[in-house]
């Protein structure tokens, strides 16, 4: 941060259906300025714990905004950042605090006005917009049948025409695995009372206009700022479709720093250049993560293995990712794995699947593969936990645990859950274990993503102390590759290593050098060109 500059705090509001992880550009270039930042997840949204059907009205949708808010010392004040339908999340925490806001920045968002009801600018963009340009959105009925509420779920046609049309591949499929239903809550803005003068019409508004975006049209825009003469100042940026945190970051951080400082540093951002490999024989992969993680993880690795003409299932374990079960509803490894289970179990009869399992995964894996050994042509672990025949399931992951010092685990949060008289322990890794032991060879947005979207888990051993051996008939009797990767602080090369050793069935070793723990982020080509070579050989 420049001599001079004040330090600023910018308070990041996602759109509908989707969460904090949108802003994962954005948030590290802002605070690589000296900004502080919060991007949070609206109820019912990202990693949010409620669900859709919990939540009736714009308040409980803005539950967590107005908390961030109240939350405040009483002199602090931030500047907002509201896109698409955060928009009106940003008037209504702006109508009870006006004390706490400095401006609001409307980003190609809608932007209510005090004349009429929260509902009419709303009103409006659906009176101009046709049903056919909403191609595979769903909309729904929830809550009450006398009273419902419309749900909506952006499509995958919707998603990349509309909305992404001018992001990186790896973006899109980010957000496929990401977004969650919403609502625009019309039932209930339809009865709310105007935002008041006083309150959200008293304060300094920016819009910053999108001008390639299909969702909220430049033209909409436009009206949206000549319907709202209370704002302060527009801004434009060329060439940026709806998503501009992620289509064009530098230059949306470049106005958000001009907003909040008179000399603003133009920040930069690492470039990353992700070349697709050659077609090989259709094969169908589903990628398991590790523990706290989410199918979100494979983002950059899921297109290049999909531009190759492969399938693709990235999935959700329970309570993971955007899974809407809760840690404390989870108590077996097979509870955990049972998303996985669905996947296998839903497979025609003659098809046959390459399992990828990162990190704890490789126990999904394995249980998995116990489970259908007959759905599974090869099994590789990444990094993963990898059991044994001769051993109970818990064995490797005991193994692992007493080479591990307790201050090794820097941050990380272990607590009990369940049944007080027979507790599992949850862990939570902490931003300095994620930095330090996870990412430290990552960039730093996919570091902001994960510390945006991980959830507690567990290692579940409380139950793998008592399961049964995996047999030789399922699990023992199928393929295996391990991938090594060298500079893993969390699983050391030498108990990979090891792994390797205590498990005599493992087909084939091949290594990444210069991986940390994560190499679908640090080193996805690499990945992606090893799983294209067991795609082949193992036809």
């Avoid at 270039?29 to 919990?54: F, K, M, W, Y």
Wanted: net charge negative; aromatic share 10%.
């Amino acid at each position: 941060m420049e001599a001079g500059q004040q330090l600023k705090h910018f308070v990041l509001v996602h759109g509908a259906c989707h969460g904090a992880w949108s802003w994962y550009k954005l948030k590290p270039l802002l605070e690589s300025n000296g900004h502080r930042v919060t991007a949070l997840d609206l109820s019912a949204s990202g990693i949010n714990p409620r669900q859709l059907d919990d939540v009736r009205t714009a308040y409980d949708y803005s539950l967590p905004l107005i908390e961030v808010l109240a939350s405040l010392p009483p002199e602090e004040k931030v500047i907002l950042v509201g896109h698409s339908l955060g928009g009106l999340n940003l008037a209504l925490a702006m109508d009870k605090y006006p004390e706490k806001v400095m401006v609001a920045v409307f980003v190609t968002a809608f932007m209510p006005d005090s004349l009429h009801g929260p509902s009419y600018v709303l009103n409006q963009f659906l009176e101009r917009t046709s049903a056919e340009s909403w191609l595979d959105t769903q909309f729904s009925p929830f809550g009450d049948p006398k009273h419902p509420i419309t749900s909506m779920l952006f499509g995958p046609k919707f998603l990349s025409s509309q909305l992404y049309q001018l992001c990186s591949i790896e973006d899109f499929t980010l957000a496929t695995t990401l977004i969650r239903p919403g609502s625009l809550f019309l039932e209930d803005l339809a009865k709310a009372s105007n935002f008041s003068n006083d309150g959200y019409g008293s304060l300094k508004r920016v819009f910053i206009v999108c001008c390639e975006d299909k969702a909220i049209p430049e033209e909409f825009q436009q009206w949206m700022i000549k319907n709202s003469p209370t704002v302060t100042e527009v801004k434009e940026i060329k060439d940026a479709d709806h998503m501009p945190m992620l289509s064009k970051p530098q230059e949306l951080c470049h106005y958000l720093l001009e907003i909040a400082t008179k000399k603003p540093k133009l920040a930069s951002a690492p470039k990353h250049n992700l070349k697709m490999e050659a077609g090989q024989q259709l094969k169908h992969f589903v990628l398991v993560h590790g523990v706290c993680h989410g199918a979100w993880c494979w983002y950059k690795l899921k297109p290049l293995l999909e531009s190759a003409g492969h399938r693709v299932t990235a999935l959700d374990l329970s309570a993971s990712g955007i899974n809407p079960r809760q840690l404390d509803d989870v108590r077996t490894l097979y509870d955990y794995s049972l998303p996985l289970i669905e996947v296998l179990a839903s497979l025609p009869p003659e098809e046959k699947v390459i399992l990828v399992g990162h990190s704890l995964g490789g126990l999904n894996l394995a249980l998995a593969m116990d489970k259908y050994p007959e759905k599974v042509l090869v099994a590789v672990f990444v990094t993963a936990f990898m059991p044994d025949t001769l051993h109970g399931p818990s064995y490797v992951l005991n193994q692992f645990l007493e080479r591990i010092s307790a201050e090794s685990w820097l941050d990380t949060q272990f607590s009990p859950f369940g049944d007080p008289k027979h507790p599992i322990t949850s862990i939570l890794f902490g931003p300095k274990f994620l930095s330090s032991k996870l990412y430290q060879l990552c960039s730093i947005e996919d570091f902001t993503l994960a510390t945006t979207l991980i959830r507690p888990g567990s290692l579940l051993l409380e139950d793998l102390s008592k399961a049964s051996n995996f047999s030789n008939e399922g699990y023992g009797s199928l393929k295996r590759v391990f991938i090594v990767c060298y500079e893993d602080k969390t699983i050391p090369e030498e108990f990979q290593q090891w792994m390797i050793k205590n498990s005599p069935a493992v087909t084939e070793v091949k290594e990444i050098k210069g991986a940390d723990h994560m190499p679908m982020l640090s080193k996805p080509q690499e990945l992606c060109h090893y799983l294209l070579e067991i795609a082949t050989k193992y036809a």
